[in-house]
Structure formats: C-alpha cells, structure tokens
C-alpha cells in the first residue's frame, strides 16, 4: 500500500532501474560499464554511464559528450552538471554519458579507429563496422531508454563555436525546450544522414544539438552555458525544482539559415570580428595578406546575422571556411542581449568555479 508524505500525498515506490544486467535503486546512482570491445593489446573499452535515479518518478534523459572524441567541453559539462546538489532531490532518471567515443577520446580525434564519424553512423548495426556497433549500441541502452536526449558538442579543431543550440525544423515542442536552455542563438536544421538527431526522431526522442567552444580546448562561458542549459531543461521537464535554477533572463536569437564566409585567396589572415560579434551585409570583417604585405583583400560579409563560428588559424588557403554567420535581422538590441548573456553566466552562483569544480 503506497505510503503518504507529511503533505498528505501518496508516494510512489520507484523500482529499480535496470541496465546491461545492473540495476541501479531508487535515491542512489551508479556508474555502470558497458562493454565495447577490445584494443588490439586485450585491453577492453566501454560505453560507461554515469545512472542518476532519483527517488520520485519522472521522465528518463539522457547527456552525452565526446560523441566526436575530441570534443572536451561537454565531458565537463556533464562533469560538473553530476556535481550539482540539485540532483540530490530528482525526480526521474539522468542517464549521463561524458564520452561516448572512448576511442576517439583517447586518441584526441574526432573519429574512431576506422576513420569513421560517429555521428554519420546511426543508427548503427550490431554486426557492422566498430561505428556501427558503437551506434547500435549507444543507440539501444541509452537513447531508446529516454524520454528526452541532450547531445553536448563543440567546433572541429582550430575553429571555435558561439554557444547555440541546434533543433529540427518545424517542430514547436522541442523549440520550447530549446527556448528553455538559453543559448544567445537557436538554429532551425535539417537532419543529417546517420546522424543521431535524425536516430533520434525515428525513435521518438527528442534530442537537443548543443554545439560550444572548440576541440581540445576548455572555454569556460561554453561550459557554463552548457552546464545551466541542462539544468534548465531538467527543470522544464519537471526533474528538478524550479527554485534550483532560474529561467534565462534573455530570450535567444532566432535563425533558420547561415553561410561560411570563406577565404577569397591563400595568406596570412586578420580578423576583425568574434563570436557575438552582428555584423551588417558589406561589413569588411577580416582581410587577407601575402606574407610581404604587398597586397590585401578584404573579406566581407555577404548578408547581415550573428557570427556563431569562425576559424583559429591565422595561415589559410583560398576556400576556407573563415566566419559562420547565422542570419537574423539586424536590431538595436544585439550588442546588449549578447552582453546580459555574458553576465548571467558570470554572475550565476549555481556556477561559481569554488562551488562546483
């Protein structure tokens, strides 16, 4: 017979949560292997999640990082996300996965041993490529166990992302989630072929894209936009209470196309502009030298919008990808919000480096 809480509520005996063999009681949480295969000198890789299983009922999500194995800012994300003393009373079950390609982590590649992308490889076959069976297998024990999935990425090496969040076109109910995590931008994109956004929707799951920072490298405002963007869908889903974060206080930039400005020659290349930086169509926003300075050529923007992503690397060849620039009308409020975004991260206390590092 259920029990009742001092408030006069029936409590709901929560039975254990079963995976790979293990079951993991309610009020407790356990890290849990499962197994991959093994290196070439017998040692054995797996897929290890973190399982979180509160004593209340409530939905089941997952967090994953390193699905491209270079990618170190959603590890830490998730790292510091499973710090947090508002897990202590969740409802429902977190399924956190720091690194999902072991392979590629180890190796500081975005790829697995065959070369191949990960997030090209779903849904993945059981008897197939090590891709494939990464796939198949992150794919069964962990996504189609979810009832909502949050995917942590950052830019390739030697670029560097503007937080964002990435969802599927014409779909208003993940929007709103997106809305929820409170990235200074939310881009609207169709879906990859093998990748596990598109997995994802064959299975049901909603999955949100969070793409930050740059491979191999730590970016702090990535991280804490990361870190309160999960918190903040958990407490939408009703996981966490709503006293345990507050909703973000600036509403996101809205874009559904975006362009790369690219390299007009090979050179030695000036940028002008950053991240966050709303740039106006003709705006000269980096310039291209030879390595005499006899000559420059400019580089300009060829349509209004955010800069989201742009390259690292100061020596370049003609074609390359330089700036990613979201479309999205100008206003005067730009600079502003993009500077309030800044300072909520700054000031959250639910972040403070001393509290949760």
């Known amino acids: 017979m259920p029990e009742s809480n001092k408030a006069g509520e029936k409590s709901v005996k929560v039975p254990d949560f079963e995976i790979a063999g293990t079951k993991v009681k309610a009020g407790t949480r356990q890290i849990v292997d499962i197994p991959i295969s093994l290196l070439s000198n017998h040692i054995p ?177 990535s991280i804490r936009a990361g870190v309160s963007g999960v918190l903040r869908v958990m407490r939408k889903l009703g996981m966490i209470a709503e006293r345990s974060i507050r909703e973000s206080r600036v509403k996101s930039f809205k874009s559904s196309s975006s362009y790369w400005a690219r390299a007009p020659k090979g050179g030695i290349l000036r940028t002008f502009n950053q991240c966050g930086d709303f740039v106006n169509e003709g705006d000269v926003i980096a310039a291209v030298s030879d390595p005499f300075g006899v000559s420059d050529v400019e580089v300009v923007a060829r349509y209004a919008g955010l800069i989201i992503g742009r390259t690292n690397l100061p020596i370049i060849n003609q074609g390359d990808a330089l700036f990613h620039i979201a479309s999205i009308k100008r206003s005067s409020e730009v600079q502003e919000r993009m500077d309030a975004i800044e300072t909520n991260l700054q000031s959250d206390p639910l972040l403070d480096e001393d509290e949760i590092i």
């Open 45 to 221: 890789v797996n897929l290890t999640v973190n399982v979180v299983h509160g004593k209340r009922p409530g939905p089941t999500i997952f967090v994953s990082g390193a699905v491209h194995g270079d990618e170190i800012v959603g590890v830490e994300v998730i790292r510091r996300v499973l710090k947090s003393s508002v897990l202590k009373s969740m409802r429902g079950t977190l399924l956190a996965v720091p690194v999902v390609n072991a392979f590629g982590f180890i190796n500081h590649t975005r790829y697995l041993p065959d070369r191949r992308d990960l997030n090209r490889c779903f849904p993945g076959n059981s008897s197939g490529s090590l891709a494939a069976q990464l796939a198949h297998l992150f794919l069964t024990e962990i996504v189609e166990r979810s009832d909502f999935g949050i995917d942590l990425h950052s830019a390739a090496v030697d670029r560097v992302n503007l937080p964002q969040v990435r969802v599927n076109e014409d779909d208003d109910a993940i929007m709103e989630f997106a809305e929820a995590f409170g990235t200074p931008i939310i881009l609207t994109s169709p879906l990859r072929e093998g990748s596990l956004r598109q997995a994802g929707k064959e299975a049901e799951v909603p999955i949100l894209l969070y793409e930050a920072g740059e491979g191999r490298r730590f970016d702090e405002m």
